[in-house]
Structure formats: C-alpha cells, structure tokens
C-alpha cells in the first residue's frame, strides 16, 4: 500500500506490507499487521505471484465447534473502519493551517468598478433595432478613429511561417446609456518568447491608497480626477505582433495589421502602457514611490504635488493649484485624457467636501 506523501516524513518508506481483509465503498480493507489496525487505502499494487494458500492432500473433517479467535488478530467484522488519514494520525506532526496574506484582500478586479448595464456581440447587431445599431455602428467608428489616430498598426502582407492572431469587439452599454465599443486583441493566443516576453504592471494597493489619502486630507489638499483615454494605445509595442483586420472593417486586401504599439487583449499591454507614463512623469521631477510604484511625488521649498495612477485613472492633489494646473496641462499633451474635474469617487471610496474640508466614504 502506498503511504500518502503528507503522512510520511522525507526519509520514510513510501509504501508498506499489508493484509487484504475485504472490501469499503472508498476503497480495499487493509489490515496493518504491526498496528494491528484496519485502514482503507485505493493505493493497492497486490503480489499476484505469491501463493495466496498452500493445497494439502487428504481427507479431513472438521466438526462445527467454532473457530477459535486467533489472538492478536481482530475480526474485521467488528473492527470499524477508519481511514487511512486516521489511521497515521498518531505519527504525523500537526500541521498549521495557512492563511493568505491580507494585502490580497486589497486587490480589485477593474471591471467589477465599471458600472455597465448590458453587452451585445457583434455578430447579435444585425438582429437589433435599427436604432441600436446605429448607436453601435457610431461607437465602433469612434473606436476605430482612436486606433487610427494612435497610428496602433499598419497594414502589411503576412510574412511566411507567421500567423496572426485574431481579435474581437467587445460592446458593453455603460452609465447613462453610454455605448461603448472596444476592439480586443485574443491575447491568449500570444506565444511567450515569441510575441510577448514580460508582462507585469503594479497596481496600487487599497492600503497605500487609504495612506496617502489620508495623508492628503491630513494636509487639506484639493484632489482632482482624470481619465485616461484609450490608455493601453499609448505603449510602445517591442515585440513583432501581427492580427488580422477587425470584423466590419476588412478590406478584403489579404493584408493584416502589423502592431506598432500595444492593443487592449495584449498580455504586455499593461505593463508598456505604464512604463510610457512612468517614463514621461519622471522627466517633469516626479519621483516614484520604492514601496508603492503607483504613487508619484513631487516635492519643492513652495509646494509638493501627488498623483496616484490606478490602470487609466489618476488622482491629483497638490499645495500649490497653479503648479497642479501646470502638470495636468502636460498629462493632457501627451495623453488623450477627459477634463480634469474634482474627485467624487475612486475605487469605490466616496469624497465629500463639507466646510472645506474633505472626509472619505463608502460608494
């Protein structure tokens, strides 16, 4: 019988020599003949070649006195079954259960923060409402427009031995009838080493931002909210990706769509996009957090500036309005970014502003 790798140390046997006494529903009835107790094991490799019984010659009769018990055996029928976790209970030291750490607990799913109301294919368009579909029909040209303007790929011939990977329109209605249309890139299909090798991007910790949200209403900072548009369009792609041209929008030239920068769907989308905005908010003195690299600090003798930056959402918070003022101007330069607007909310926590002064809350 095989012995389970947690109820042996390293240097025990792996298996060891039992009886066969029957039959459980869990498995074989086992007699362990040094404990003198019966386990239940499904582990079982039995020695067919050994003679199970010796045959004797001879006639012999036995008179129906009973058998003896043989001392030192129990009889199965009365012995009660106990498993095989059980049975080495004894010779196992008691483990500790392990927890998860409680920094897991910080972390969000992005789309569980995005309110939306319903989704449709792109395939389910046509059965719709003429209404409707030239409500997603507009939405797609915006998408398609963005893509463009980010010079996101160029169309090429495919090269021989490369294949490229497909994608799709994701079309989601958000808060106040928003019609909103993303073209996905099928990013599983990306091979690593090939077309993608590092894909990592920080995301801020509710802890750190319950810190230095506190640290912000601590010093009665102002806090202003931004939107990244299209945020993962402004990475620079390193690798050579090649997708086919989206549906609705197929020329019909054969060519496909040769990536110059990442795409939503891209395992190393995140992580490009949040190096551009690393890279680009350090050159302007920004200085990046060593314990939390989603906050960025800029500190001066006349004021010290905060942006936290959560994928494409970004709090702003400074001592000096104009000098904030002056690094929103540059974000919105070099990103496609919405108006800069006083915080309400983020991340499900709520603002509230009562007598100049500002208290936190649940959304």
Not at 222 to 229: F, G, N, S, T
Not at 300 to 327: M, N, P, R, T
Request: charged residues 30%.
């Amino acid at each position: 019988m095989r012995v389970p790798d947690n109820l042996r140390k390293k240097l025990d046997p792996k298996s060891k020599k039992m009886i066969f006494i029957g039959y459980s529903t869990m498995g074989y009835r086992l007699l362990d003949p040094v404990t003198n107790r019966v386990v239940v094991s499904r582990n079982v490799q039995f020695n067919e070649e050994k003679k199970k019984c010796i045959s004797i010659q001879g006639d012999f009769s036995i008179e129906d006195k009973g058998l003896a018990k043989e001392e030192g055996i129990p009889d199965p029928s009365d012995t009660e079954s106990k498993s095989l976790e059980e049975s080495y209970e004894e010779n196992t030291r008691q483990r500790r259960n392990v927890k998860l750490p409680a920094k897991l607990n910080d972390y969000f799913v992005y789309e569980a923060n995005v309110t939306t109301l319903g989704s449709v294919s792109f395939e389910d368009i046509e059965t719709l409402p003429e209404e409707e579909q030239i409500l997603w029909g507009k939405a797609m040209n915006e998408e398609m427009e963005s893509l463009n303007k980010n010079e996101v790929w160029k169309l090429v011939e495919l090269p021989k031995d490369e294949k490229p990977m497909s994608c799709k329109w994701v079309l989601r209605i958000k808060r106040n009838n928003l019609y909103k249309a993303r073209l996905i890139a099928r990013g599983f299909e990306q091979k690593p080493g090939i077309d993608y090798c590092e894909t990592y991007a920080p995301v801020i910790s509710m802890s750190s931002l319950r810190l230095v949200l506190a640290i912000i209403i601590q010093k009665n900072l102002e806090i202003y909210a931004l939107d990244v548009k299209t945020a993962f369009l402004n990475g620079d792609l390193q690798e050579t990706v090649y997708m086919e041209q989206p549906m609705g929008y197929n020329d019909n030239s054969g060519h496909v769509c040769k990536l110059l920068k990442s795409l939503y769907g891209l395992k190393q989308a995140p992580r490009q996009w949040f190096k551009r905005f690393t890279d680009f908010i350090i050159h302007f003195n920004f200085q990046q957090l060593n314990c939390e690299a989603c906050i960025f600090v800029r500190r001066s003798k006349q004021s010290e500036i905060f942006i936290v930056l959560y994928i494409d959402d970004l709090l702003i918070a400074g001592s000096d309005d104009s000098e904030v003022g002056v690094v929103i101007q540059l974000l919105r330069n070099e990103f496609e970014m919405s108006k800069a607007e006083v915080a309400n909310e983020f991340l499900g926590i709520s603002f509230e502003y009562s007598h100049n002064k500002l208290s936190l809350g649940l959304c």
